[in-house]
């Protein structure tokens, strides 16, 4: 297998084959397209890399420091240590160790200090208590976390590492649930609220498959530790993943099919739901939320 430029082929996509050269070009490139093509980045941003130390985060942050680099644009890095023993501490390092060879900023918070318990203390009681798995109360307690220090640290832009197989996965997990309006805050400038409270989070690896991140860490040499997780088993996205992955390696192009499929009734879900929910302020916390009280808060007084 050969690449068009002669060279001995490391990778074969949809596109063809590719050398190591090209191979890392073209995911290079497909990322600055899409930074350009959906205005992810611009000058006078301040930029917030969420990253976990995983391959997806530091592809993300290795480009987007590039790229930011290159435009005299600031950025930082920022970790949310959930407490995972066995996992989390293993990434954090990975990722202190790359942030120091990187020069870039790194801030870390934690479940901890923020909400008085890791997710490994909560974790039984949430499940046997109030049937909440642990991805549950991670995505909500992680995403209150990065957009409350992105804000206080001053950025105007959250960067994540979502790739397009977790975009496929969003996607078809939504429509599984009937959760059609979840979809319209997917793409990549995620959201449907203008709220100036929510820091705005973007995508730069949407059109980079989950393969191409874990080559291009693998060729850049990236020290990297591919454990997953403990916790993924127990979760809806696990399944779409492991059934997706089966599609894919039967039907190549089908993750690929879903995203652009999904972009093109985007607009329409956008214009269908955007607007449609009203913000009330959450009367602990005073971040924007749709009843008295915000999820965080409401889930870390169910778990204290
Ligand atoms: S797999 Fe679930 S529990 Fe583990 S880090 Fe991801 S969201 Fe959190
Ligand atoms: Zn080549
Ligand atoms: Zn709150």
């Not at 070009?25 to 611009?42: A, F, M």
């Not at 644009?73 to 996992?87: K, R």
């Not at 197989?165 to 649930?177: A, H, I, K, P, T």
């Not at 874990?214 to 059934?243: M, Q, T």
Request: glycine share 8%; aromatic share 8%; hydrophobic share 35%.
């Amino acid at each position: 297998m050969e690449c068009a430029c002669g060279k001995k082929a490391v990778y074969k996509g949809q596109g063809g084959a590719l050398c190591q050269t090209h191979f890392l070009d073209s995911v290079e490139k497909k990322v600055e397209r899409t930074i350009h093509e959906y205005g992810l980045i611009k000058k006078g941003d301040t930029v917030c890399v969420a990253a976990s130390g995983g391959k997806d985060s530091l592809v993300v942050l290795f480009l987007v420091n590039n790229y930011c680099s290159s435009h005299d644009i600031p950025l930082f890095a920022l970790a949310v240590d959930e407490g995972i023993e066995g996992y989390r501490e293993h990434t954090l390092t990975d990722l202190k160790t790359f942030c120091e060879k990187g020069k870039i900023a790194l801030h870390v918070v934690s479940f901890k200090e923020s909400y008085g318990k890791t997710l490994d203390e909560i974790h039984e009681k949430a499940l046997k208590q109030f049937n909440k798995k642990p991805c549950t109360v991670c995505g909500v307690f992680r995403r209150t976390s990065l957009n409350r220090k992105a804000k206080e640290l001053g950025a105007t832009k959250l960067i994540t590492g979502h790739n397009l197989d977790d975009e496929s996965q969003s996607f078809l997990m939504n429509v599984l649930l009937g959760n059609m309006s979840h979809n319209a805050s997917l793409g990549p400038v995620t959201g449907l609220s203008d709220n100036e409270s929510f820091v705005p989070r973007v995508k730069p690896l949407y059109f980079v498959t989950e393969k191409e991140t874990r080559l291009y860490c693998f060729l850049k040499g990236f020290k990297i530790d591919f454990a997953e997780c403990p916790n993924v088993h127990l979760s809806f996205r696990s399944r779409v993943r492991d059934w997706l992955n089966q599609m894919e390696s039967e039907f190549p192009g089908v993750k690929n099919s879903v995203v652009n499929a999904f972009l093109s009734i985007l607009p329409d879900l956008k214009s269908k739901y955007k607007g449609k929910k009203e913000f009330k302020t959450c009367e602990r916390c005073g971040d924007p939320c749709s009843g008295d009280v915000c999820n965080a808060c409401k889930l870390e007084e169910q778990l204290s």
